[in-house]
């Protein structure tokens, strides 16, 4: 089980290593994308279709219109998003469920490479990009044709799966199944500030929420790793680990550009016990958990998030088994230049029930 799916990258890994998997995360987006690229398809009529939109030189006007979001409108200009439509228009009439997912997935991964907007850093940047609108369609093809390449050379290798690998909707602070599960191998947002409802907020707003109303309802209840999410659920029963007490009060007298910083750090260790308990209820005796997880640094201070997360799984029940050291990742430019080359630890944090 993977309580924050993401992209899918461990149930595809689950897939390929023939073990039953379920995931689960807040984001639409992500839940649709995990469940496609765990997909079976038909090859042929895959190939069928890309080539019936190969074929297409005329377009019809788009019967439908983008919500009105101030977003959308810096990331593409009028004909851009009239091409985008027509496209849109054309994958909703197949009528094959699979290839039609198949075919949206490809047009979703396309949004950014033809919009004026760039993922950087944890932000989605406006930059500017000249997109010719004529090249929309071939990029798109271009796309699926890759895709196809990846499904049927996977499909080489591996035959027909013959494992039941799926994702819901959910949030990992109360997972809504009563399934029990052997082992948990997940990655939960790290405390960095990076919100993944404007990280993937063309794809959501495309296709997934209405309007920035319903965007901004995400933003509030996705974990508390970054500044804008709200406290969402009561959390009873935890008490502040004695270190990550200790950074905040020396955080608190040095002073931090952003104080908010200092809620969300203390939320997000609230969130991730609620997490670790959930996890905790759904696993079997014996089972064990994985958490990849990295440490931050903020004003100088490097709070080891691997080590408090450790400590906070014996208050939800969890047995702390180890923590690997899987990489060093560098800090953002901003605090290069006063902190100079200081990279955190990412780390997989073990315990078993
Ligand atoms: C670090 S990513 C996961 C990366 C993933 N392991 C992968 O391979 O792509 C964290 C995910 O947690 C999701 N998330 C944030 N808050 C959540 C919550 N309360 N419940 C479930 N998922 C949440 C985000 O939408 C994001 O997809």
């Given at each position: 089980m993977d309580s924050f799916c993401g992209g899918g990258t461990t149930l595809l890994a689950c897939k390929h290593a023939g073990v039953n998997a379920h995931g689960f995360d807040i984001l639409p987006f992500s839940v649709f994308l995990s469940n496609v690229k765990t997909k079976e398809f038909d090859i042929e009529n895959l190939k069928e279709t890309n080539k019936k939109f190969g074929e297409i030189n005329k377009w019809t006007t788009p019967s439908s219109a983008l919500p009105d979001i101030l977003l959308l409108k810096k990331a593409f200009n009028k004909e851009t998003e009239q091409q985008l439509l027509q496209i849109k228009e054309q994958i909703m009439q197949i009528e094959d469920v699979e290839t039609r997912d198949f075919f949206n997935l490809g047009f979703l991964s396309i949004l950014e490479s033809v919009s004026n907007t760039s993922k950087s850093g944890g932000f989605l940047r406006i930059v500017d990009r000249n997109i010719q609108v004529e090249e929309i369609k071939n990029l798109f093809l271009d796309r699926i044709q890759k895709m196809i390449i990846d499904v049927d050379s996977y499909k080489k290798i591996n035959g027909q799966a013959k494992t039941e690998v799926r994702a819901f909707h959910g949030d990992a602070r109360e997972i809504p199944t009563t399934n029990m599960y052997d082992a948990i191998i997940t990655s939960p947002p790290y405390p960095?500030?990076?919100?993944y409802t404007r990280i993937y907020a063309l794809e959501l707003v495309f296709?997934?929420?209405?309007?920035n109303d319903e965007l901004k309802k995400i933003r509030y209840d996705?974990?508390?790793?970054?500044?804008?999410?709200?406290?969402k659920y009561e959390v009873n029963g935890y008490k502040i680990d004695p270190t990550l007490k200790q950074l905040i009060n020396q955080m608190e007298k040095n002073g931090?550009?952003?104080?908010?910083v200092i809620d969300m750090l203390k939320g997000y260790f609230e969130d991730m016990y609620l997490a670790l308990l959930e996890m905790s209820s759904h696993l079997n005796k014996n089972g064990k958990v994985a958490l990849v997880v990295s440490n931050v640094r903020f004003a100088g201070i490097n709070i080891p998030v691997d080590e408090i997360l450790s400590e906070i799984g014996k208050q939800a029940g969890l047995k702390p088994k180890g923590i690997w050291l899987a990489r060093y990742r560098g800090n953002s430019s901003q605090q290069m230049k006063t902190y100079r080359r200081t990279p955190s630890r990412e780390s997989i944090v073990i315990w078993e029930k």
């Amino acid at each position: 089980m993977d309580s924050f799916c993401g992209g899918g990258t461990t149930l595809l890994a689950c897939k390929h290593a023939g073990v039953n998997a379920h995931g689960f995360d807040i984001l639409p987006f992500s839940v649709f994308l995990s469940n496609v690229k765990t997909k079976e398809f038909d090859i042929e009529n895959l190939k069928e279709t890309n080539k019936k939109f190969g074929e297409i030189n005329k377009w019809t006007t788009p019967s439908s219109a983008l919500p009105d979001i101030l977003l959308l409108k810096k990331a593409f200009n009028k004909e851009t998003e009239q091409q985008l439509l027509q496209i849109k228009e054309q994958i909703m009439q197949i009528e094959d469920v699979e290839t039609r997912d198949f075919f949206n997935l490809g047009f979703l991964s396309i949004l950014e490479s033809v919009s004026n907007t760039s993922k950087s850093g944890g932000f989605l940047r406006i930059v500017d990009r000249n997109i010719q609108v004529e090249e929309i369609k071939n990029l798109f093809l271009d796309r699926i044709q890759k895709m196809i390449i990846d499904v049927d050379s996977y499909k080489k290798i591996n035959g027909q799966a013959k494992t039941e690998v799926r994702a819901f909707h959910g949030d990992a602070r109360e997972i809504p199944t009563t399934n029990m599960y052997d082992a948990i191998i997940t990655s939960p947002p790290y405390p960095n500030r990076h919100d993944y409802t404007r990280i993937y907020a063309l794809e959501l707003v495309f296709d997934f929420v209405k309007d920035n109303d319903e965007l901004k309802k995400i933003r509030y209840d996705t974990l508390r790793s970054h500044v804008e999410a709200r406290q969402k659920y009561e959390v009873n029963g935890y008490k502040i680990d004695p270190t990550l007490k200790q950074l905040i009060n020396q955080m608190e007298k040095n002073g931090v550009n952003n104080p908010q910083v200092i809620d969300m750090l203390k939320g997000y260790f609230e969130d991730m016990y609620l997490a670790l308990l959930e996890m905790s209820s759904h696993l079997n005796k014996n089972g064990k958990v994985a958490l990849v997880v990295s440490n931050v640094r903020f004003a100088g201070i490097n709070i080891p998030v691997d080590e408090i997360l450790s400590e906070i799984g014996k208050q939800a029940g969890l047995k702390p088994k180890g923590i690997w050291l899987a990489r060093y990742r560098g800090n953002s430019s901003q605090q290069m230049k006063t902190y100079r080359r200081t990279p955190s630890r990412e780390s997989i944090v073990i315990w078993e029930k």
